[in-house]
């Protein structure tokens, strides 16, 4: 059974000044097709509904889910047609009945890339020494969970765009599962060192 673990920062800023402290960058596009947005939230924001319309459309005309592989390369049409407006990067990852779980990460300017993990958004350059030491094929929910959380709390310690608490998302064939971690019970940062 493919596990899909979704983790990011709640924080929103704008330059140096952090614009909400609270905000919710897993978005869902399909019962089990979600997108980690970073970049411009209003870019990523609109994207996410445009995504999430035509795969609703999608699903009614099929009868069936759509492919997450399907959700992934609509958003890479919108990413790349319109690079030159937009300030977006958007991980899609999820389940679906034809490939199980898949993760595709869109960066900026719309390239569209299937990966067995993806990091994106300006933490992600602390970390990818982190994840990649530490990843292992086939993990098993918790240890992805703890993996996840303490990739991004190490960023949120060393990127100053970054912080907040974590929001995670537990993406598998019988269903989805969210959490939240506040800011004083975070695995690694100012409350535990």
């Known amino acids: 059974m493919a596990v899909l673990s979704f983790v990011l920062d709640c924080r929103v800023s704008t330059g140096s000044y952090v614009a909400n402290r609270a905000s919710d960058k897993i978005a869902q596009l399909h019962d089990h097709i979600w997108c980690c947005r970073s970049g411009s939230a209003a870019d990523t924001q609109a994207l996410t509904d445009y995504v999430r319309h035509y795969l609703a459309q999608l699903a009614v005309e099929t009868g069936r889910p759509p492919e997450v592989k399907v959700a992934a390369h609509l958003m890479r049409r919108l990413c790349y047609e319109n690079k030159d407006h937009l300030m977006a990067g958007v991980i899609v990852a999820g389940w679906d009945p034809v490939s199980g779980g898949a993760v595709y990460n869109i ?10 993990f993806a990091l994106g958004g300006s933490g992600s350059t602390f970390i990818y020494g982190l994840v990649d030491a530490e990843f292992k094929e086939n993990m098993t929910k918790d240890e992805a969970l703890a993996l996840c959380k303490k990739a991004v709390a190490h960023a949120m310690a060393r990127d100053g765009s970054s912080g907040g608490s974590i929001r995670t998302l537990v993406a598998t064939e019988e269903g989805n599962v969210r959490e939240f971690v506040s800011g004083n019970a975070l695995p690694y940062g100012p409350a535990g060192w």
């Open 107 to 116: 960066p900026l300017g719309g390239s569209c890339i299937p990966m067995p």
